[in-house]
Every structure is written in structure tokens, then in C-alpha cells.
């Protein structure tokens, strides 16, 4: 119970020190920066790889995204274990 105190208290910290690093440094880029992270999303793969990034676009049978590194990926459905968009916030909301 407590480390889920902690954890909630940790993000909130920095979520208030990147908003006030933002508005002293100037907001266009670094707030594009930090909205990637937070919406970043996570793709489970059957060989045991995962996927970090961003997904673009999904059809029926193709997902198509870039990660973190800049690499552009089209894994197939049939190929994913678990999709998690929104990583970040999906791992908040089950602390609280």
C-alpha cells in the first residue's frame, strides 16, 4: 500500500517539475517531448520481444508504428500477444 503511495507521489512530482521546466525553458518542443513519452505504447510479441513506441495506424491484420529509437515497424496481428496503448496511464490508473 505504501509503495503505491510512493510511486503516485513520484509521478506527480515530476509531472509538476517538467510543467514548470517547460514554461521556464519555452514549451513547443520539450512539451512535444514529453507528451510522447506519456502516450507511448507497448506491444507484446508471441516470441517474446517487445515493442516500445508509438502505433500510428491498425488495420485488421497490420499495425504499423515507430520506437523509441526512430525505427519504423509493421508487425501482424497474428503476432501480438497484448497491446498496450497508453502504457503510462494504463500502469497509473491500476495503482489508484
Same mark, same amino acid.
Given at each position: ?32 517531448? $514529453?507528451? @510522447?513519452?506519456?502516450? &507511448? ?7 517474446n520481444e517487445?515493442? #516500445?513506441?508509438? =502505433? ?18 509493421? $508487425?501482424? @496481428?497474428?503476432?501480438? &500477444? ?10 497509473? #490508473?491500476?495503482? =489508484?
Amino acid at each position: 500500500m505504501y509503495m503505491k503511495k510512493i510511486i503516485l507521489i513520484a509521478v506527480t512530482g515530476f509531472i509538476f517539475f517538467a510543467a514548470f521546466y517547460f514554461f521556464v525553458k519555452g514549451p513547443e518542443k520539450k512539451l512535444l517531448t $514529453v507528451w @510522447r513519452f506519456l502516450q &507511448k505504447d507497448v506491444l507484446y510479441l508471441n516470441d517474446n520481444e517487445v515493442i #516500445r513506441g508509438w =502505433i500510428w495506424q491498425e488495420d485488421e491484420e497490420i499495425i504499423y508504428g515507430e520506437t523509441e529509437t526512430q525505427e519504423i515497424f509493421n $508487425v501482424t @496481428r497474428s503476432d501480438c &500477444k497484448k497491446i498496450y496503448r497508453n502504457a503510462l496511464f494504463e500502469y497509473l #490508473r491500476n495503482l =489508484i
